[in-house]
């Protein structure tokens, strides 16, 4: 498996905006979802946002609904994750993941995406 490639962490202060990307080795279908989790420490990963290419399909966990915004870059292959107004309990590590087994499906579960990134340090000071 090629990985995904991530960036876009680092620490910021409460209340502030980040933006991750993720970029995917090859032109994902337009139903094919991109999805992010985090995992804090001492704790399971936990689901944050899945959108499908096309925008089309969305899942957002209510821990971050109302405060995150998808885009994409066709040309680069290039999806991104903007969060607005962050919180200390948004502190964790940031995962993106893609499902290229079921177009159409904008899954909660880490089992069902099959690339993966290799991880950004997001961290909030209150």
């Known amino acids: 498996q090629v990985p995904l490639v991530e960036s876009g962490g680092g620490l910021v202060r409460a209340g502030e905006t980040l933006r991750l990307s993720c970029t995917t080795p090859g032109r994902a279908s337009d139903d094919n979802a991109m999805a992010w989790f985090r995992q804090a420490p001492g704790k399971e990963r936990e689901f944050v946002a899945a959108?499908?290419?096309?925008?089309?399909?969305?899942s957002i966990s209510d821990s971050v609904k109302g405060r995150v915004t998808f885009s994409r870059d066709y040309a680069q292959n290039t999806g991104f994750l903007q969060m607005i107004s962050l919180k200390p309990e948004d502190t964790a590590v940031y995962y993106c993941a893609v499902d290229y087994k079921f177009p159409g499906r904008t899954s909660t579960l880490p089992s069902d995406y099959d690339y993966w990134g290799q991880g950004t340090q997001v961290t909030v000071s209150s």
């Open positions: 959108m499908s290419w096309s925008g089309r399909d969305t």
